[in-house]
């Protein structure tokens, strides 16, 4: 089968290699996927860049798309021939979606609708599951606007989207270049968090009210908001990510004299419960036809390298997926 993998850390045009592996032989429990495609997103690309493996070599991606091809013994046989998408395809694993074929536990293969393609359904693994857990999050917060950071990346797109079906005001975080894709998605109002102080403009946009809850991609960031007024006493913060994932300081004081609140989650990690409900609200939002899904680059199996680039790099304005 074509597959792509590594062998050591460093640069996708210098490690990332092209060839024929076997197809993957079934354990209990798992089932085989034909992949039609695969999503690249930027924990691939870190991974591959620099986190130690523990093994020989890696087939990178946790994301992709495809058909149930085969079954092992104690797996429902109706499932042959099902449309799937997969979540935490190379998440701890050697082998991920990377490849023509990949075997899984067969709940790791979610049924896939008729009427989603399979482009867009290699971006529900990652993107899509950490939107819909944010949602999930915030569901259990009494609170009108919010702030979203990073509302024109991937993950931020689809929370932007989802929080303004379920009547949130969406404050977002972008570039300048991209504001149009968060307001675009629902956002009311966009920040420019380059050029303009996002703690003013948050009190400018709520009438000096602030938000009780930052959906957070960047907490690094984000932290800095922290002692401002632009988010409230009792106020939230959601963070899945940050660019600086080394030691970061938060004023305890600030905290505590603000009665706040700070969860972080990584959806590699979520709970059984937690996972069953994403992958529900997640497929709710789709089935109502109006989710938008953006697709900055479908690019042929064999441009590997260029789609690890492109993520790589952050020009891309969205998902970057592969086809075979």
Not at 81 to 95: A, D, H, M, P, S
Not at 167 to 193: C, H, L, M, N, P
Not at 272 to 294: Q, V
Request: charged share 25%.
């Amino acid at each position: 089968m074509q597959t792509a993998w590594y062998e050591r850390n460093g640069p996708a045009e210098s490690v990332l290699q092209l060839g024929d592996k076997p197809i993957p032989a079934l354990e209990r429990g798992e089932v085989l996927v034909k992949l039609a495609t695969s999503g690249v997103n930027p924990s691939d690309v870190k991974s591959r860049a620099g986190r130690p493996f523990a093994f020989d070599f890696v087939v990178p991606h946790s994301d992709g798309a495809g058909i149930i091809e085969a079954v092992s013994e104690n797996v429902d046989k109706a499932r042959l021939g099902e449309r799937v998408w997969i979540w935490n395809g190379q998440w701890q694993r050697q082998f991920g979606t990377a490849a023509e074929y990949i075997a899984v536990p067969e709940n790791q293969a979610v049924r896939l609708d008729e009427n989603i393609d399979f482009e867009t359904a290699a971006c529900f693994g990652i993107p899509g599951l950490t939107a819909a857990h944010a949602i999930n999050l915030l569901k259990k917060i009494d609170t009108e606007t919010i702030l979203v950071t990073g509302a024109a990346a991937s993950v931020g797109h689809y929370i932007t989207q989802m929080a303004v079906r379920d009547g949130r005001k969406v404050i977002a975080t972008a570039s300048k270049e991209k504001s149009q894709i968060a307001t675009d998605a629902g956002a009311f109002a966009s920040i420019d968090y380059k050029n303009e102080d996002v703690g003013t403009r948050v009190l400018e946009l709520t009438d000096g009210a602030g938000v009780d809850v930052v959906i957070d991609m960047d907490f690094s960031s984000t932290l800095r908001l922290i002692p401002s007024q632009a988010i409230r006493s009792y106020g939230t913060i959601f963070s899945y990510g940050s660019n600086d994932m080394g030691d970061l300081s938060v004023s305890f004081r600030d905290l505590l004299f603000k009665s706040m609140s700070l969860k972080f989650f990584l959806v590699y990690q979520l709970q059984r419960d937690e996972r069953e409900k994403a992958i529900s609200t997640l497929e709710d939002f789709f089935l109502t036809g109006a989710a938008m899904t953006r697709i900055s680059h479908t690019l042929p199996f064999a441009d590997i390298v260029k789609a690890h680039e492109l993520v790589e790099s952050g020009t891309a304005n969205g998902n970057v997926v592969l086809e075979f």
